[in-house]
């Protein structure tokens, strides 16, 4: 099974993500919008796997100090379009140490440096705008969820198989 390591989005900021999507398609961007259910915030992208005991493992040796984060400008990398989370240092620190615990249980990841944002289109087309306006939302992180994707009638869907709070 294909699956990573995520923060999911509240209502609100759910919400303020899927205005920021309404204001893209009026720009005419076009691209693989995420569906609004499939919003997040990656911490840390696994991959197939057989077993997610070891993965599981590291992310209950982790403890979970709740911090907040916040919306906070746009950004491409290459043909995506993300919308970047602005938190204090707490958020880094924490991909980080669950990194480090994914490593001590053997478990492979994508090691590309984090970045925290929230992908809203994939394979973007159109003029890409100089400014977008971003709605000043924010959240309080208080659950890291296992999440696993899969394809169900050509649609890619992502379940939570396990969370820590």
Do not use: C, W
């Amino acid at each position: 099974m294909r699956v990573f390591l995520a923060v999911q989005p509240s209502d609100d900021l759910r919400n303020a993500l899927i205005k920021v999507m309404h204001e893209t398609k009026k720009l005419g961007l076009g691209g693989n919008y995420v569906p609004a259910q499939n919003l997040h915030m990656t911490l840390a992208f696994i991959g197939e796997v057989n077993d997610i005991e070891g993965i599981k493992a590291a992310m209950q040796a982790v403890p979970l100090e709740q911090y907040r984060i916040s919306l906070d400008g746009h950004g491409f990398f290459g043909d995506l379009l993300y919308v970047g989370v602005k938190g204090n240092q707490k958020i880094k620190k924490y991909a980080s140490d669950l990194k480090k615990e994914l490593d001590k249980n053997g478990v492979s990841y994508d090691r590309s440096k984090f970045e925290p944002h929230i992908t809203i289109i994939r394979k973007v087309t159109g003029r890409r705008p100089a400014s977008l306006a971003i709605p000043k939302q924010e959240m309080t992180v208080k659950k890291v969820s296992l999440m696993k994707s899969e394809q169900k009638n050509g649609k890619t869907v992502y379940k939570e198989i396990f969370s820590v709070n």
